[in-house]
């Protein structure tokens, strides 16, 4: 079992910038492709960006591309999501989110991913 604890969160103004922090437990995280989704208010969870077990493949939505960037610390089982230049229509609940063990690389596919955290809340002020 994989357990996932978002932190970061917070509001900011937009232009602004926030490090969004995901700590996983468990010894596969070094094995595991990981990923970042986010929802809106009445809205589909989407897909954010991806990373893969090394870190050495990424991949991104087109709204966050040259903005945000995911990264990893396999030696702190800690992904990361830099975000710059924040927009509004950034505003979401953002969820950290693994494949299983030994799926080593990145997806856009909200259902490769197997383990989820609890969601943290990013509100963007215009």
């Known amino acids: 079992q994989v357990q996932l604890v978002e932190s970061g969160g917070g509001l900011v103004q937009a232009g602004g910038s926030l490090r969004l922090s995901c700590a996983a437990s468990?010894?596969?995280?070094?094995?595991?492709?990981m990923g970042w989704f986010r929802q809106a208010p009445g809205e589909e969870r989407v897909f954010v960006a991806s990373i893969s077990w090394s870190g050495a493949s990424t991949y991104y939505a087109d709204s966050v591309k040259g903005r945000f960037t995911i990264s990893r610390d396999n030696a702190k089982n800690t992904v990361y999501l830099q975000m710059n230049s924040l927009k509004p229509e950034d505003t979401a609940v953002y969820y950290c989110?693994?494949?299983?063990?030994?799926?080593?690389?990145?997806?856009?596919?909200?259902?490769?991913?197997?383990?989820w955290g609890q969601g943290t809340q990013v509100t963007v002020s215009s």
């Open positions: 989110a693994a494949r299983s063990p030994g799926s080593l690389l990145v997806s856009t596919n909200r259902r490769e991913y197997v383990y």
């Open positions: 468990g010894r596969t995280f070094s094995t595991t492709a």
